[in-house]
């Protein structure tokens, strides 16, 4: 076996036993020989342990490492570290490199010593090995620059990396569970030129398991986040203006993990004119978090005595410098293109509100205190409809940004109103402003399962509020029966859940049922949508522990 081997071959296998020979085979076959072979069993319960196990009594160039499951990422660092080679390549062990593969990377990064990177375009093939298409991936460093902060530019198992530069960068980070290749390719790329060569070198195998799509969520999260990262970084190095274009207000109470996820996705905005005033409603004190994030845009107030979400957007709106005013709850996030797609169309000037699509994220709690996302729903409605906001707050106050100058005219927050105050505001703002609709999802609302974002003892208040609004703005529904008939249908709607005492979560059930009635009654395509996002929440930790304990 090799000293000094030119490339060091690295994989990760956890009960890998259906492919894992083809996989293997594929290396051993390469036109290049001057390689080593580091694979990590990673605690496989299959016959994964006996293949490799023979596999290195017939080659010399693999080295097998058994271990207790630790993890993808983990693994992967291991090997690495293990690695002897001047240049580090990727093998997936359900996955074929095609003969010349190798060859031709090493002959590429040879000849271009100022790339750390090269990946290959990849044949996609379906669990029975036919193929079902291609990729198109920009090739140059330029083209990958341009595309990778928005989407991943390279099959993971294609790559094939200076370790020199690995070393610099750091490997694998591992708090990431899914999209761990993508932050590393980011952060390689901010240091160092990347590329894809334009020859199909591996075969993707294309898994439909039921994990990959159960942990479909978490993946976009976790690639969410890298692309956050990535903008922060490169954010750091932009010269700040002195008077921000928008100011974003964030009132926070008692919930400072939630309240750092949700600095840092306005952070990780791609349009960087802004402030972000954070009101700490006399909470848990976050002063040494924001200090955490170094950046002198974040302004930290605070109440000596708790005043409600109004009191703090207020305190918030006082203090804010920006032309346009956004705002963003502590347990909600932006998507990176939030400020830049709201803003530039506002700048137009033909709108002086603007709202983008929000998703709704359904968070269950796992037993290690962490939340995870088990699925997505779009409940708020699309169009605007100021006559609607009559009788139902239909898009989340997250999604607004508004022109300063607006508040003139309509008003701050109701400091008298300690639910619905958003909705109040959008009722005032949305009699004198029409508001630009922007049909791009730009950011998330997230309820946890936990109860954590309503409980029992609001419903009362809910109620009671609902009517004082209703009755606030009679003026605008007199004359308009059909207004009324839904104002009543709501206030019936909700005294139910107050009555029935309805937990969040069988609420959630009641309107997802209702709307799969409504589906089955036209044949609407949504059935299967709405009949898994009931199955996924009723198979959740969460609502497991909730049925058994009935609370």
């Known amino acids: 076996m090799f000293e000094k081997p030119k490339v060091s071959v690295v994989m990760s296998v956890y009960n890998g036993e259906n492919y894992l020979s083809s996989a293997i085979d594929s290396i051993i076959n390469q036109t290049l020989t001057d390689f080593e072979f580091v694979i990590i069993n990673d605690g496989s319960i299959d016959g994964t342990p006996e293949i490799l196990n023979e596999c290195k009594k017939k080659e010399p160039r693999i080295r097998v490492f058994h271990q207790e499951n630790m993890g993808l990422v983990k693994s992967l660092n291991k090997a690495i570290s293990l690695s002897k080679g001047a240049y580090i390549a990727r093998q997936d062990p ?111 195998r294309r898994r439909n398991d039921a994990a990959s799509v ?107 410098k920006g032309k346009y005013i956004s705002y963003l709850d502590d347990d909600d996030i932006f998507y990176p293109d939030h400020l830049a797609m709201l803003i530039n169309n506002l700048e137009k000037g033909n709108y002086k509100v603007a709202f983008p699509k929000a998703y709704r994220a359904i968070q269950a709690i796992l037993p290690d205190g962490k939340r995870r996302t088990i699925t997505k729903d779009v409940p708020y409605k699309e169009a605007f409809d100021k006559e609607f906001f009559l009788v139902e707050n239909y898009i989340p106050i997250i999604a607004i940004v508004h022109d300063r100058s607006c508040l003139d005219k309509a008003g701050s927050f109701d400091e008298n109103l300690k639910v619905f105050e958003d909705w109040d505001f959008l009722i005032r703002l949305s009699r004198i402003y029409d508001f630009l609709h922007i049909p791009e999802f730009t950011c998330e609302v997230r309820i946890r399962l936990d109860n954590s974002n309503m409980t029992f003892s609001m419903w009362d208040k809910f109620l009671k509020t609902k009517n004082e609004i209703y009755t606030k703005y009679e003026q605008y529904t007199k004359n308009k029966p059909h207004i009324s008939e839904l104002q009543n249908k709501s206030v019936a709607n909700l005294k139910g859940m107050v009555n029935r005492s309805e937990s969040f979560v069988e609420i959630l059930f009641a309107e997802k049922e209702a709307e799969m009635r409504e589906a089955l009654k036209g044949k609407d395509a949504r059935i299967k949508q709405l009949q898994e996002f009931v199955d996924k929440v009723k198979n959740s930790f969460f609502y497991k522990i909730y049925k058994k304990f009935q609370l």
Request: overall charge negative; some cysteine; charged content about 30%.
């Open 94 to 204: 359900d996955d074929i490199s095609l003969p010349e593969r190798f060859e031709k990377q090493v002959k590429f990064l040879d000849q271009n010593p100022d790339i750390a990177l090269v990946g290959t375009v990849f044949q996609v093939n379906d669990e029975n090995d036919d193929a079902v298409g291609g990729t198109k991936i920009p090739l140059s460093d330029e083209q990958i620059r341009t595309h990778l902060i928005s989407s991943n530019c390279f099959g993971h198992g294609t790559v094939m990396i200076r370790k020199s530069c690995l070393e610099e960068t750091g490997a694998y980070d591992e708090s990431f569970k899914y999209a761990q290749d993508y932050d590393l390719w980011l952060r390689l790329s901010e240091r160092f030129k990347v590329s894809n060569l334009n020859e199909t070198l591996y075969i993707w």
């Open 214 to 320: 159960r942990n479909k969520y978490e993946q976009e999260e976790y690639a969410r986040i890298a692309k956050q990262n990535a903008l922060i970084r490169r954010n750091k190095k932009i010269i700040k203006t002195k008077l921000p274009v928008v100011s974003v207000i964030v009132p926070t109470f008692n919930r400072p993990e939630m309240l750092k996820e949700a600095v840092a996705s306005i952070l990780g905005q791609t349009y960087q004119s802004f402030e972000i005033i954070v009101v700490n409603d006399a909470g848990e004190d976050v002063e040494k978090l924001i200090e955490g994030f170094q950046d002198e845009r974040i302004v930290y107030l605070k109440h000596e005595q708790n005043k409600g979400l109004a009191a703090s957007r207020n305190t918030g709106i006082a203090a804010a």
